[in-house]
């Protein structure tokens, strides 16, 4: 393939991961009433839900009940500007989420659904250098 028909391609990737949860109903009033996430579509069969998509501006994810076999395995890393990532850290607190520090050879903010499925926010080098001159 030509080095240009590859830039073409790279540009319209579009990814959503799918994570494995254990009750949508559940997961819904975490991602939704937790972390400020909207529904956009879901599928149901016998008036139960059974796979959901949420969004939050620039963040698409996934949420399936299907197989039960992947509850909490689901990991992603979403990277916004250090003043957005300050600023979702105190609105996760606000709302009473459990937000932890993590190490992934940088530092990372982290929160967990009920499933076990987890957010990693790392925090941008400039900033982890800004903190250790201080």
Avoid at 8 to 13: D, K, M, P, R, V
Avoid at 14 to 33: C, K, M, N, Q
Avoid at 69 to 76: A, C, D, H, I
Avoid at 111 to 131: H, I, K
Wanted: charged share 25%.
């Amino acid at each position: 393939m030509s080095e240009a028909g590859a830039t073409e391609l790279g540009a319209h990737w579009y990814t959503r991961p799918v994570w494995g949860v254990a009750d949508i109903a559940h997961s819904l009033e975490f991602y939704v009433g937790k972390l400020g996430f909207k529904e956009d579509w879901r599928y149901a069969e016998a008036n139960r839900p059974l796979i959901v998509q949420l969004s939050r501006p620039g963040c698409e994810l996934i949420l399936s009940s299907q197989w039960p076999e992947r509850v909490g395995q689901g990991l992603s890393f979403i990277s916004l500007d250090v003043g957005v990532l300050d600023a979702l850290r105190a609105e996760l607190t606000a709302r009473q989420v459990a937000v932890r520090d993590g190490e992934w050879g940088y530092r990372l903010m982290v929160v967990e659904d009920p499933d076990g499925n987890t957010l990693y926010f790392p925090y941008p080098a400039e900033a982890e250098s800004q903190e250790s001159a201080a």
